[in-house]
Nanobody, 126 residues
């Protein structure tokens, strides 16, 4: 499994950015069943889970970004998106997409992320 990220960049506070994550998966594996998420890490801070989509397509979003960030997963295109609105300086971080890369039935819980994108910088100035 390979994850290639695009998007991100710099914006002033209150602005919007988006990041995308295109997946390349083995032909025998069903991307639709993958758990996928966005994780960020700011300099000197702990890694933080931002948003996740489980095998049912259910979404969980961190409280810190709820109402501002939207995660979506296009199973046909094999692309994961993160739309970020009303950005704040504290959103500045390197953003990574990640997946457990496990093709399991929907009722199977997500497991540890094994595959990661290369990271995309998001910088929000005040």
């Amino acid at each position: 499994v390979q994850l290639i990220q695009s998007g991100g960049g710099s914006v002033q506070a209150g602005g919007s950015l988006s990041v995308s994550c295109a997946a390349s998966v083995p032909t025998y594996s069903n991307y639709r069943n993958y758990c996928m998420g966005w994780i960020r890490q700011a300099p000197g801070k702990e890694r933080e889970g931002v948003a996740r989509v489980d095998r049912y397509g259910n979404v969980t979003v961190a409280e810190s970004v709820k109402g501002r960030f939207t995660i979506s997963k296009d199973n046909d295109k094999k692309i994961l998106y993160l739309e970020m609105n009303s950005l704040k300086p504290e959103d500045t971080a390197m953003y990574y997409c990640a997946t457990d890369g496990v093709d399991m039935p929907p009722w199977t819980g997500c497991v540890e992320d094994r595959y990661w994108g290369q990271g995309t910088q998001v910088t929000v100035s005040s």
